[in-house]
């Protein structure tokens, strides 16, 4: 069982930087890949940002290639989002999530793909 509790959320301006954490609570933290996805008002959540247990691989949705990265601290048992660049696009609530499962190509990309989730953190671009 893992808790998430994402943090950082806010209102800022299209083109300026926020960054969002999670805390996970328990001591089995860097067993579980971690992710981030989205939800913006009337449309589907989406995925973000992903990142292995160790750290080392990363994987980001399109649209945020370039601008967004994921890290994690393992010894603090928190993963973050640094966005940059923002774009009013980009509003919506940020959510994290943890797999624990062996990687699949074909759902880490989904909802499903992860089995605890946050509460979420809303972020909102103004034009």
């Known amino acids: 069982q893992v808790l998430l509790v994402e943090s950082g959320g806010g209102l800022v301006q299209a083109g300026g930087s926020l960054s969002l954490s999670c805390a996970a609570s328990g001591r089995t933290f860097s067993s579980y890949a971690m992710g981030w996805f989205r939800q913006a008002p009337g449309k589907e959540r989406e995925f973000v940002a992903r990142i292995s247990r160790s750290g080392v691989t990363t994987r980001y949705a399109d649209s945020v290639k370039g601008r967004f990265i994921i890290s994690r601290d393992n010894a603090k048992n928190t993963v973050y989002l640094r966005m940059s660049s923002l774009k009013p696009e980009d509003t919506a609530i940020y959510y994290c999530?943890?797999?624990?499962?062996?990687?699949?190509?074909?759902?880490?990309?989904?909802?499903?793909?992860?089995?605890?989730w946050g509460q979420g953190t809303q972020v909102t671009v103004s034009s």
């Open positions: 999530a943890a797999d624990g499962t062996t990687f699949s190509e074909t759902s880490y990309r989904t909802e499903a793909g992860y089995a605890y």
